[in-house]
């Protein structure tokens, strides 16, 4: 079928939306109409550095409507309102234990520009193929992707805005509900108040933490950060020397947990030396072939942990639609994150995002 698509062709080029085929349903796959599709770092960063090979098409935090599926398909059906995620093979020790995201096909599929059995869904007008991403390349009117893929999600929560709930507001939240853990009365700081670090806040307030700090180098994102829950911010523009100001805010203790969007050697230091004794720092920052220098004694010395975290360790499927509900009761207002721009207009809401004029830009079909 004849479909619109936002086609990547050259590395620091824009996006062309134009009319490309998109091949039908296989056995276990859905067709899905675009609703709408949030802008991830991700989207970006491989987009221009790699390693999925061009010409391609991005988008993995899509939702949208179920039209068609295939004759194997039991996880949703025509008519059902899906959000998507990762994928994940469903076989593998890991998806088998709990933990998807860790899926051994996980980089196969999400990254090597196929769909899950190995062959691709979109041609432009050349023939050429055009690599997926994700296993779904959401920025189109309509995805063909793997019902693994796919959330059933509710039909009274505009399906819109609900697409970032697959990458990035999950692995915010996910990291904070899912690995860290912390219980009523711990403090807890985020160290990059992005898409990620806020849903992270959330999940920190949600949680019950007696001191939530927001850490970043705009102070409109530490203004957001304030409202959704953070006691304490710190701009690292007027205040360099974080690891003193976090001791000042936790009267020398140090905090229980901190959680790294930004990974580069100063911050991720700062985030494990702000650590009480035995603290926790999760990590889900991981982009290139970022290298950091860490002392070892940081760790050692306090019995202090770094882990990195893939998609919040979530289960998406249950994880998904939980988020939803905390957002019906008022305690996860991702939709305040949101700024929504037409899908035709794809080129501008990309660099209002990179340049930091919008926290979570959603596109709209």
């Known amino acids: ?188 700081a985020v160290f990059g108040c992005g898409s990620v670090g806020l849903a992270a806040l959330m999940a920190a307030n949600l949680s019950g933490c007696s001191t939530i700090v927001g850490v970043d180098a705009v102070q409109t994102k530490l203004d957001i950060a304030k409202e959704l829950g953070a006691t304490h911010v710190i701009n690292g523009k007027e205040e360099p020397d974080i690891l003193k100001r976090t001791m000042e805010i936790t009267n020398g203790r140090g905090l229980d947990y901190t959680f790294d969007t930004i990974g580069t050697d100063e911050i991720l230091a700062a985030a494990i030396e702000s650590l009480h004794r035995g603290g926790t720092c999760g990590t889900v920052a991981s982009t290139g072939d970022k290298t950091i220098g860490l002392k070892l004694v940081t760790l050692m010395g306090h019995s202090k942990s770094l882990v990195g975290i893939v998609q919040g360790d979530s289960v998406p499927w249950t994880f998904i639609p939980k988020l939803i509900d905390y957002y019906k009761e008022g305690l996860f207002p991702f939709d305040k994150l949101i700024k929504y721009y037409d899908f035709e207009d794809i080129n501008n809401a990309m660099d209002d995002f990179h340049h930091g004029l919008v926290i979570k830009p959603v596109l709209k079909f």
């Open 1 to 188: 079928m004849k479909i619109k698509a936002a086609v990547a062709y050259e590395r620091d080029a824009p996006f062309i939306v134009k009319e490309v085929e998109l091949s039908s349903p296989k056995e276990t796959e859905i067709l899905v109409k675009m609703a709408g599709c949030g802008i991830c770092h991700a989207d970006l960063f491989v987009k221009e550095n790699g390693p999925t090979a061009l010409p391609a098409v991005f988008g993995h935090e899509g939702s949208g409507v179920v039209e068609r599926v295939g004759s194997g398909v039991t996880m949703v059906e025509p008519g059902d309102h899906v959000v998507f995620c990762s994928y994940s093979c469903g076989v593998c020790e890991f998806c088998l234990s709990g933990h998807p995201a860790w899926c051994i096909r996980c980089d196969e599929v999400n990254f090597g520009g196929i769909s899950a059995d190995g062959t691709k869904r979109m041609k432009d007008e050349n023939g050429t193929d055009l690599s997926c991403f994700f296993g779904q390349s959401s920025f189109a009117t309509y995805v063909v992707a793997d019902q693994r893929s796919a959330v059933k999600v509710d039909r009274d929560v505009d399906t819109a805005m609900l697409g970032p709930l697959g990458c990035g507001f999950q692995t915010g939240a996910g990291s904070v509900l899912n690995v860290l853990k912390p219980e009523a009365g711990d403090t807890l």
